[in-house]
């Protein structure tokens, strides 16, 4: 059984920080491209972070570049999400993805998430 599960969210003042957590399993972590994802209120669904396979690429939002940082251990089929000088709009409800491509289709699988506000 396929599972993705997400901790770390809370309550945080502006200019504070979170380390949200996404720990995987009945899936073959270390093929899958690990993205966050998050969800504010009345918006759509937007990328976040990525990391792929290996952990020698990654890709952040324009939004929180300089500011959050992902990282994956294989080992421990883990994929973090650390978020430093957290603004009111960072607010939301963050998802962890895994992605593998195939040829001819794709393999997604998502977490339930873990809300994150930033207010003082």
């Known amino acids: 059984q396929v599972q993705l599960v997400e901790s770390g969210g809370g309550l945080v003042q502006p200019g504070g920080s979170l380390r949200l957590s996404c720990a995987a399993s009945?899936?073959?972590?270390?093929?899958?491209?690990m993205t966050w994802y998050r969800q504010a209120p009345g918006k759509e669904r937007e990328l976040v972070a990525s990391i792929s396979a290996a952990g020698g690429s990654t890709n952040y939002a324009d939004s929180v570049k300089g500011r959050f940082t992902i990282s994956r251990d294989n080992a421990l089929n883990t994929v973090d999400l650390q978020m430093n000088s957290l603004k009111p709009e960072d607010t939301a409800v963050y998802y962890c993805?895994?992605?593998?491509?195939?040829?001819?289709?794709?393999?997604?699988?998502w977490g339930q998430g873990t809300q994150v506000t930033v207010s003082s």
């Open positions: 009945g899936f073959t972590f270390r093929n899958y491209a």
């Open positions: 993805n895994a992605r593998r491509d195939f040829i001819g289709t794709t393999r997604n699988y």
